[in-house]
């Protein structure tokens, strides 16, 4: 079946293995603990449509006032709020946790979801698909940070990045681009190429002001080509 990209998807692999070797040969292959996969949902929806440093106060700040999920699902609305705060979009977030929480309840019979890492990656995706406002990129983050299944986020620095390279269509959605790059993704190098692509957005291939110039991927780069012309 050829490739929604209109490259091959040999030649994406190619590419995609590519991209792997020069990013870990400038910043390594980067280590990560394997989470809860509650938490991870949680965080993951906490990071949604704010920066990682606020995101991650959030998450630290709601498990300071409720150490327990089933206290949190317990929780008042406000007090919810309050404890995210710093994490933009208060009302919103915290209506999605407690719909979250409670179809976890409803569903798992706790607020766990550790049983999901006994699965195989296809039916721990179905039963995430299953949960209310858990769209493609959380559902990724949940299989690769904590099951270790083979799933690729495409956050905003993924996005940004996999379009400059010219691995997807410009006008590629983020969704778009996980169905597109997922299946090409070297075996075993999801979590070291995902990591050091978000560490090349954040230090170098940055929305505005791209430092082009010493990036290790300017050989392989549309945008960058197409700067220097």
Known sequence: MPSTTGVPHTALF???????????????????????PLDTLIETVLSQNTSDLNSG???????????????????????????????GL??????????????????????????????????ADARLRGLPG???????????????????PVDTHVHRIVRRLGLVPERTTAEQADAIL??????GRALGLHLNLIRLGREICRPSRPRCAECVLRALCRFARERRS
């Open 14 to 36: 190619r590419r995609l293995a590519a991209v792997d070797r020069r990013l870990a040969g400038a910043y390594g292959t980067p280590r990560r603990r394997r989470g809860d």
């Open 57 to 87: 106060r959030a998450f630290r700040s709601l498990k300071s006032a409720f150490p327990r999920w089933s206290a949190v699902a317990r929780a008042r609305p406000r007090a919810v709020e309050s404890a995210i705060r710093v994490g």
């Open 90 to 123: 208060a009302r919103i977030k915290s209506r999605r946790i407690a719909d979250v929480l409670a179809a976890t309840r409803a569903r798992e019979g706790r607020y766990g979801l550790n049983s999901f890492r006994r699965l195989r990656p296809a039916a």
């Open 134 to 152: 858990v769209g493609p990129k959380t559902r990724a983050c949940v299989l690769l940070f904590a099951c270790g299944h083979p799933a690729f």
């Open 182 to 187: 997922t299946p090409a993704v070297p075996a």
